[in-house]
């Protein structure tokens, strides 16, 4: 029979649509351990934890390669209902609680023990009394587990949030099944203390012989609890280690690990300083659901490409969204010592700033518009360009003749590949999409250009292609670019400085050629990093 | 060489039935059908075109009022009636005064239209606190505006004997004559006939002047702006444009069409209705517009002069074609019901979510 492992994983590979995501991904856990994964985003740790799900995003898209084994039987685990049946537990990022009932309720939800009753007798098991000593005593007991105080008594909503998070986890380790806990993200809205009374707790569970798979960003947190660690890295295994082996550093290096060749840039006439900013950030806080800013400070070398990452919902995207205006936002924000108002995109663009979203489809683009009205919308409504004399401002006519040249410019400037400036945007590939979200920004010839994540979802050749438009309009026409991005390579590609985003402030600024270490460690939030300024 | 000419025929044609669309194809085949039934039946043609021309002219630009509210994003104006209360109010108030001929017509747009504007605001605020469900929320104000007009309509101090109630000495009347004021002032003017065709001229020129002046504002910056509003919100706003700002102008250029378009209405027909006959205003004015083609994403001028002239030379000649040759029976208010509420439907089972 078992061979003392809880849970093993043979050989998973999965791809969607011909890209491998996971690549032959092996890993085994015995009961009472704390197995991290750690990795980048988009290493692939969610598609191995939705293959453990049975999620049917998996299955819709062609199944996986490989082998899932529990207690040392092989499984087919093809819903979440069937793994919760095979005893794994997950512990959302997100709570799934209903705020107005208790904990005791919420814990026990569509689980709750019952006593038959007359009227159940006649109309089914559906109308049984809850039995509510019950329900509030294996709660206790589940919390108890945890090494947590909290009133079992009390409603959701008037918890902290961090206590939902054990709430939750409660309501994990009541199933009395329960053989595997999977911990996503646990720690990423706990605040510190809240954070190490989560470790704790888990200690205590694997103390319990409880599996735990903990997936993670934050290094100290792996250092702390793990036994075991594996290291994810674009859908392979890169190493794996025992707490033991491992220091802090190789793992951020092999979390990281990509060496890449810095191709050389053209050089500029003068080079950027920090006695020369273009622009100025204090205390910016930026309400953007997912990524929250929280009081950064920043400052903006005239001429330079800035590069901005980090990991995602550390708020790196809040912060092109928030200077434009488009979430709301408070701070200071000066460009060329002028302040600048905030939540007020127009005057934001006037003062010759321009945005190219990190949404591409949804705020980048109108879809159903042609290639030349997406390129000139924005500087038409925004600078009054592209219009005809007129009497009254917002009643001046377009100017056809020049949308037209312009846009047969632009498409031959950025190499647009399209039928002509009259075709529908939705028809063009992403990276062509994206090349036309750029040309609606330098149509505003802007002084200052935010770029958030402007290689997303196109194909490698293009990526390149996009890159070195930056690179040419921030030495020809001597444009400054502030880039945000989630990969790292494309930015230690192209970027003067990089500043490294954690937990909605500036961790540091670092150059493109620091060593992976320090990448890893600074966006890992280490409290002890290296912060060198270039 | 005869197999590609006939497959590029064969493109052509699959590129007119895309662009054209299947529910235009099908209205257009019965369009050309009860014309072909009325010349074997030896009808008036002259005469059904003539009456065509008026139904198109005077309900023109009650469809025209949609297209402003589908371009920036609210959807289809099921609440026109806000508007047309605005006309009528207009319309009431220059008949109380009793001026004839052009100056009574046009006192009544001079009234009706700041009305319009503040009732057009007002309603746009509304919209704006239910967002994502305008069309819904729209219809039921035009419910709740008609049922309490009915009682201002009764109390309203209007003294002219040819609008009261004979008995009583107060309350407007259902229907009102115009006969001595402003009755087809435009529907005259420069009208002219060829043989059984009359030409109501001056009617059609004012429907092309509010058409030719929709199609340059939607080549403004303020017309770009509310299509782009409608296209997408976020786009917009990305773009410096005030969403909130242009969703208003949309909504009050809208009633204030809904108002000019019911006074062109009833100089038209001749009569003021009044109480609740302005809930039957919305939804033939829905169902044109959806029958030129437009949708919830995009609609154009072309849509909205191809609707007024499919939908109401439809319901113009079906009525007396097949009286004449069913001999008797009228299923043209039927058909119309069929078509416009069908259409209606049609449409919003298309609405894409974003």
Not at chain 2, 96 to 103: L, R
Not at chain 2, 152 to 179: H, Q
Request: include cysteine; charged fraction near 20%.
């Amino acid at each position: 029979m078992g061979n003392g492992y809880v849970l093993e994983l043979n050989n998973i590979t999965k791809s969607y649509f011909g890209t491998t995501v996971l690549k032959a991904v092996s890993l085994a856990l015995k009961p009472g351990e704390i197995h991290a994964l750690v990795g980048e985003n988009g290493a692939g740790k969610s598609t191995l934890m939705n293959i453990l799900f049975g999620m049917s995003v998996i299955f819709d898209t062609g199944g996986f390669e490989g082998q899932i084994k529990l207690d040392g039987q092989e499984v087919t685990i093809d819903s979440p209902k069937k793994a919760m049946e095979l005893g794994i537990g997950m512990v959302h990022q997100e709570f799934m609680l209903i705020p107005g009932f208790t904990v005791a309720e919420n814990v026990k939800l569509n689980r709750e023990p019952t006593r038959p009753n007359i009227v159940s007798r006649i109309f089914g098991p559906k109308l049984r009394t809850l039995d509510e000593a019950k329900m509030e005593k294996d709660s206790r007991i589940a919390l108890d587990k945890l090494g947590l105080s909290i009133d079992e008594t009390a409603l959701i909503a008037s918890l902290p949030v961090g206590h939902m998070q054990f709430v939750e986890i409660a309501r994990e380790i009541d199933k009395s099944n329960v053989k595997l806990l999977v911990f996503d993200e646990p720690t990423a809205v706990l605040t510190e203390s809240e954070a190490a009374t989560l470790l704790t707790a888990m200690k205590r569970l694997a103390s319990h012989g409880i599996g735990i798979l903990f997936i993670t960003h934050r290094l100290d947190e792996v250092m702390e609890v793990a036994d075991n660690i594996t290291i994810l890295r674009d859908g392979e295994v890169v190493s794996r280690m025992e707490r033991k082996d491992a220091r802090l550093e190789r793992i951020a290096e092999l979390m990281v690990g990509r060496s890449i060749k810095r191709a050389a840039l053209a050089p500029r006439a003068k080079e950027p300083s920090d006695d020369d900013p273009i622009l100025e950030i204090s205390n910016l806080r930026v309400e953007m659901p997912g990524e929250r800013v929280r009081g950064l400070d920043l400052t903006v070398r005239r001429g330079e490409i800035l590069g901005i990452g980090g990991l995602a919902g550390h708020g790196k995207v809040g912060i092109a969204n928030g200077v434009i205006g488009l979430y709301p936002a408070t701070g200071e924000v000066r460009k060329n010592g002028q302040r600048i108002p905030l939540n007020d995109p127009k005057h934001a663009l006037l003062s010759g700033m321009a945005f190219v979203s990190e949404d591409r489809r949804g705020v980048g683009l109108l879809l159903d518009e042609s290639v030349e009205m997406n390129l000139v919308l924005t500087a038409m409504q925004v600078q009054g360009k592209f219009l005809r004399p007129g009497l009254i401002e917002g009643l001046r006519l377009e100017d056809r003749a020049e949308i037209r040249r312009h846009a047969l410019q632009s498409i031959k400037d950025l190499d647009i590949r399209c039928t002509g400036p009259g075709q529908y945007v939705r028809r063009l590939s992403g990276g062509n999409q994206q090349k036309v979200c750029l040309g609606r920004a330098f149509t505003m010839e802007p002084e200052l250009l935010w770029v958030s994540e402007p290689t997303r979802g196109i194909d490698v050749g293009a990526k390149q292609i996009v890159l070195d438009l930056l690179v040419r309009f921030n030495r020809e026409h001597n444009m400054t670019i502030v880039m945000t991005s989630s990969e790292l390579a494309e930015l230690r590609k192209v970027c003067d400085r990089i500043a490294i985003i954690y937990e909605g402030k500036v961790a540091g600024i670092l150059s493109p050629d620091a060593p992976d270490t320090d990448f890893g460690l600074m966006m890992a939030g280490v409290s002890a990093a290296r912060r060198e300024v270039v | 060489m005869a197999e590609k000419s006939e497959s590029r025929v064969l493109s052509m044609a699959k590129q007119f039935y895309a662009d054209f669309g299947l529910p235009r194809l099908i209205i257009a085949a019965f369009l050309l059908a009860l014309f072909v039934l009325a010349v074997i039946l030896r009808m008036n043609i002259g005469m059904l075109v003539s009456d065509s021309l008026v139904r198109i002219g005077m309900n023109g630009i009650l469809v025209l009022s949609m297209l402003f509210t589908l371009a920036c994003g609210v959807g289809l104006n099921f609440g026109l009636a806000v508007g047309v209360i605005a006309g009528l109010i207009g319309a009431v108030t220059s008949m109380n005064m009793d001026i004839p001929g052009f100056g009574g017509f046009l006192t009544a747009l001079a009234i009706a239209v700041p009305i319009a504007v503040v009732f057009g605001w007002l309603y746009a605020e509304l919209l704006e606190r239910v967002r994502g469900q305008e069309m819904m929320v729209g219809t039921y104000v035009g419910y709740s505006i008609v049922a309490g007009m009915c009682m201002f309509w009764v109390l309203a101090p209007y003294r002219n004997p040819a609008m009261i109630f004979p008995l009583g000495g107060m309350g407007l009347r259902n229907t009102i004559t115009l006969d001595r004021t402003f009755a087809h002032v435009l529907n005259d003017f420069l009208a002219f006939k060829i043989g059984d065709l009359a030409v109501p001229t001056g009617l059609l020129l004012f429907f092309a002047l509010f058409c030719v002046g929709a199609w340059l504002f939607f080549r403004s910056r303020a017309g770009h702006a509310m299509r782009t509003v409608g296209a997408n919100p976020a786009f917009a706003e990305s773009s410096g444009v005030n969403v909130k700002a242009t969703r208003r102008l949309g909504v009050i250029i809208s009633t204030v069409l809904g108002a000019i378009g019911i006074v062109v209405y009833a100089q038209s027909y001749g009569f003021i209705q009044l109480y609740t006959a302005p809930l039957n205003v919305a939804f033939p004015a829905v169902a044109s517009i959806l029958i030129g083609g437009a949708s919830l994403q995009k609609a154009s001028v072309g849509n909205v002069v191809l609707g007024a002239v499919l939908f109401h030379t439809l319901l113009t000649i079906a009525l007396p074609v097949t009286q004449t040759a069913l001999q008797g029976a009228d299923i043209s208010e039927i058909a119309r019901m069929i078509m416009s509420n069908g259409m209606i439907l049609y449409a919003l089972t298309r609405v894409e979510r974003r």
